[in-house]
Antibody
Framework: EVQLVESGGGLVQPGGSLRLSCAAS????????MHWVRQATGKGLEWVSG???????YYLGSVKGRFTISRENAKNSSYLQMNSLRAGDTAVYYC????????????WGRGTLVSVSS | NFMLTQPHSVSESPGKTVTISCTRSGGSIASNYVQWYQQRPGSSPTTVIY?????PSGVPDRFSGSIDSSSNSASLTISGLRTEDEADYYC?????????FGGGTKLTVL
């Protein structure tokens, strides 16, 4: 089955760290750019970060220097290391596949919830 | 930097046609592809239109997309509205390796 499954979310204190994982199956993972998109409760979608097939990386301005995206093709996985977390980072984090590199996020996971609170 | 602006909400009756706009400020709407996503409550987003006007397999032809350079905007049109179309709709585009979603439009079918 073609799918993405996120994991690693949870409750963390401000200033803390979390590492999110995205496990892909059913397709040739190494051939696709991958992204992380978040959504705070009751709010809209916000692109966070992306990684290309050549490990080129891209970030939303507000997370640059705090978040690091990576991928491990041998494990069909993408990761988002989140440091110096803030209350404003609280959201459901989705992993998404970019089909064709044109921003067509054609496959999404179910998301993992990150809560930043003391 | 650029922005994508959508109406907060639209409503229309079943069987009618509705159009949701997405206006780009900062750069040309035609310079990068626009996608449209549907998100029902409690679910992940799904693509209804990609690359301005392409429809993924499985998306009914009641959904169509277009761009208008004169208004620097993209549009999602849904004809023959059904109650199942009630959802949030987001436009999305990119520029210089930065991706951006519009604020979303809540479609109510009543």
């Amino acid at each position: 089955e073609v799918q993405l499954v996120e994991s690693g979310g949870g409750l963390v204190q401000p200033g803390g760290s979390l590492r999110l994982s995205c496990a892909a199956s059913g397709f040739t993972f190494s051939s696709y750019d991958m992204h992380w998109v978040r959504q705070a409760t009751g709010k809209g979608l916000e692109w966070v970060s992306g990684i290309g097939t050549s490990d080129d990386t891209y970030y939303l301005g507000s997370v640059k220097g705090r978040f690091t995206i990576s991928r491990e093709n041998a494990k069909n996985s993408s990761y988002l290391q989140m440091n110096s977390l803030r209350a404003g980072d609280t959201a459901v984090y989705y992993c998404a596949r970019d089909n064709g590199g044109t921003g067509n996020f054609d496959l999404w996971g179910r998301g993992t919830l990150v809560s930043v609170s003391s | 930097n650029f922005m994508l602006t959508q109406p907060h909400s639209v409503s229309e009756s079943p069987g009618k046609t509705v159009t949701i706009s997405c206006t780009r400020s900062g750069g040309s709407i035609a310079s990068n592809y626009v996608q449209w996503y549907q998100q029902r409550p409690g679910s992940s987003p799904t693509t209804v239109i990609y690359e301005d006007n392409q429809r993924p397999s499985g998306v009914p032809d009641r959904f169509s997309g277009s761009i208008d350079s004169s208004s620097n905007s993209a549009s999602l049109t849904i004809s023959g509205l059904r109650t199942e179309d009630e959802a949030d709709y987001y436009c999305q585009s990119y520029d210089a390796s930065t991706f951006l979603f519009g604020g979303g439009t809540k479609l109510t079918v009543l």
